[in-house]
């Protein structure tokens, strides 16, 4: 009796012992499922990536080692995984975000710069085209050819016509000397009266017309030594002239400048050769081509700018002295990094 008392009490607790390790062997099973893994102290979430840490996204310079509510902002944190960190660095943007934004790549590339400046300029005579002419004796302005300011003339022709005693006295020595009946004496005379003719005005046709003729001209001729225009008209018809007197002014303007002002902070990048391009106020549309030829050496005190000259070819006589135009000037070149314009954002500061 006793004996099989024993035995069924060891049989309840085999069933106990059974019993308890069914219903508690899953409980735990469980539980150890959906308890959160931990790598290096970091607490792991069920991605299966790899967390570096967790950060507030307002935040990230600030690093957890476990999720929770950011102690920052009303948010949660989130994780930072491995496989991100070892992409390349940059900012990823989906190709939807690009599109929308706008956004497009370029290639930073080695390209030529030029300096371009602009500057308004005015057109005057080429001061190297100037003419004076001046009787090299005393006389009278018996016939006056060319007659007002402005009137043009070309290389050769006559302007006025002098009438001077001086002269005429010379020509009838010069003539004398080619009668004397001793030709061995009267031949060194003649060719010195001959040289003195020609000292005093008179041109090498005007003499060869009077040993020709054998007559004496009242009158000689004053010529223009270049084609121009007239700017100064010195004397009328009638008028005394003193010897080395002013009878006109000549300027050839097949040549003109274009004297522009440039701000003192651009001037060193401009030099003699710099190519330039002249667009006049009242040509629209025309384009002149010329080059800088000379930097003036001084400053205006009062508006801080110097004074630069180009040359221009005035061929057809369209560039007339007076006129406003707007150049462009292309200054030094040079190699460096270029980026579109658009790249470029400016902080207020600075541009990045």
Known sequence: MKRSHLMMIAAVIVLLVIFAGYWFKPFNSDHDAHAPASVDGITQDDSGKTVLFWYDPMVPGQKFDKPGKSP????????KYAEAEA??????ISSQTMQNLGIRLASVEMASFTDRLSAVGRIEPDERRFYSVQPRIAGFVDRLLVRAVGDPVSKGQKIAE??????????????????????????????????????LGMTSGEIAAITRNRRATERFGVYAPASGVVTELSVREGAQLMSGSSLIQIADLSTVWLVAEVPERDIMRLKPGTAAKVELQSLPGEAFAGEVNYIYPTLDEVSRTARVR???????????????????LEGVSRDALSIPSESIIATGLRKV
């Open 72 to 79: 920052f902002m009303d948010m949660m944190l989130v994780p």
């Open 162 to 199: 002098i009438y001077a005693p001086e002269l005429l006295a010379a020509q009838h020595e010069y003539l004398a000397l080619l009668d004397y009946k001793d030709a061995t004496i009267a031949e060194g005379l003649a060719q010195a009266a001959q040289g003195r003719l020609g000292l």
């Open 310 to 328: 180009v040359e221009l070819a005035n061929r057809n006589g369209l560039l007339r002295p007076g006129m406003y135009g707007n150049v462009r």
């Open 87 to 92: 992409q390349d660095s940059g900012v990823m």
